[in-house]
């Protein structure tokens, strides 16, 4: 019994310290929501794990000795996100809304941004997932209480070494406008971390069944429709399909199952980074964006910045463009190193392309092989003015030999 209480007086002091220190939350959706993107029928979105980006107070975990070198990683991660420029961001291992807001005053950019955050029930810690957006959302940011037992029956993990229930304690959902008349669930999330360690892994497993309910919920929803889903955030687990760079193969299936929550299956992003550039934590990738098909067949480029060295992850970014339509690479061996962009369909999206419905890249018109009326005339031009020169100097030469020979004669 003493030790019971121990450990209820260890997690009641955890809470009153993050309660007493300012875990303000910020979820609430604008009624008049605003887009304060220069061009609409693009869409940047990217997943980045910011490495504890905690104020420096009283922290109880992250690696800042003092506020100084907590302003100055602030200072870092928002030169990242100037350099990435996205329209929407999940972040990862945030501490509350005063954090990103201050974040957001270190970029030229900052005005276009807004922070939201739902806070999580990872008291120990004291991390929670953010989205800094320049869409606000449609909808005020929740999160679910949803549990799932574990080991999962279908679940990969051997040897789980307990059994019991668990919920996914960092996350959030919401929806946005990301095309005009285009409304997308964006689920943001960072699942249990270390993904080879097997004591995890089933709870993992779990975690992914809870957010697998959340994107089965955001399709089946008639009050609140959504045309399309996102899943982000820190998976903290390898894909079963796309080999990263260190060759790793995921233990659970987390990423099948998230997969697996849509018809047909979310897209995984990297499909589209060479295998040597798969790489977002270490030498491996753990981040992940997943896209349902409505979503990702606006694909036009993927990229991991692992030049922008602010965190111990590298942000994952994804570019949706309208109207071009790119077929979701389902076809996609984990072997093949897909440097160029999916081939484009044929067939319409399902949601009708708004504004310009012509491709950036247009084809040349059946008459461009033909030459223009006007450079006949700017030859024909031509032509008489070389002409005109031409007799000129004939005639000024045959005037010149006649003179010639007139004083030849005279001197003779």
């Known amino acids: 019994m003493p030790r019971l209480q121990t450990v209820l007086l260890m997690i009641a002091s955890v809470v009153a310290t993050q309660v007493a220190h300012g875990q303000t939350t910020c979820p609430d959706a604008p009624t008049v929501p605003e887009d304060r993107r220069v061009v609409k029928n693009r869409a940047v979105v990217s997943t980045y794990n910011a490495k504890w980006l905690f104020d420096g107070v009283k922290d109880r975990l992250a690696p800042w000795a003092n506020t100084s070198e907590a302003t100055d990683h602030m200072r870092s991660v928002a030169g990242a996100l100037e350099a990435v420029g996205a329209d929407v961001y999940i972040m990862e291992e945030v501490e509350n809304c005063d954090v990103i807001n201050e974040v ?26 953010a989205l800094l957006t320049k869409i606000d959302p449609l909808t005020t940011l929740y999160r679910v209480s949803t549990r799932a037992v574990y080991p999962v029956p279908t679940g990969l993990c051997q040897s789980p070494s307990s059994d019991g229930d668990t919920g996914v304690s960092k996350h959030l959902v919401t929806r946005i406008e990301l095309f005009p008349g285009m409304v ?65 193969v995921p233990t659970s299936n987390v990423l099948e ?14 499909a589209v980074i060479p295998q040597d550039e798969r790489v977002t934590e270490g030498t491996s990738m753990i981040d992940h964006i997943l896209l349902s098909s409505s979503v990702s067949q606006y694909l036009t480029k993927v990229e991991i910045r692992s030049d922008l060295t602010a965190s111990d992850h590298f942000p994952v970014v994804a570019t949706l463009q309208l109207p071009t339509t790119l077929v979701p690479g389902a076809t996609l061996a984990p072997t093949l190193q897909p440097t160029p962009l999916p081939t484009i369909v044929t067939n319409a999206p399902t949601t009708a392309p708004i504004g310009n419905t012509e491709s950036p890249t247009m084809a040349p018109s059946s008459s461009s092989s033909a030459v223009p009326y006007w450079v006949w005339i700017v030859v024909g031009l031509g032509v008489l003015v070389m002409a005109a020169i031409v007799a000129g100097a004939v005639f000024c030469r045959k005037r010149v030999t006649v003179q010639e020979n007139a004083s030849d004669t005279q001197v003779v």
């Open 184 to 248: 997308v669930g964006f689920v943001g999330v960072h699942l249990l971390a270390w993904p080879t360690d097997k004591t995890r892994c089933s709870k993992r497993e779990a975690q992914a069944e809870v957010v697998a309910s959340i994107v089965k919920d955001l399709f089946n929803d008639t009050a609140d429709p959504v045309d399309g889903i996102i899943v982000m955030g820190d998976f903290n687990d390898f894909s079963a399909t796309l080999l990263d760079k260190s060759n790793d």
């Open 257 to 270: 199952t998230i997969k697996d929550s849509a018809d047909p299956p979310l897209y995984e992003a990297a």
């Open 104 to 129: 957001k005053g270190f970029m030229p950019s900052g005005d276009l941004y807004k922070a939201y955050i739902i806070r999580g029930t990872d008291y120990y810690t004291g991390q929670n997932v």
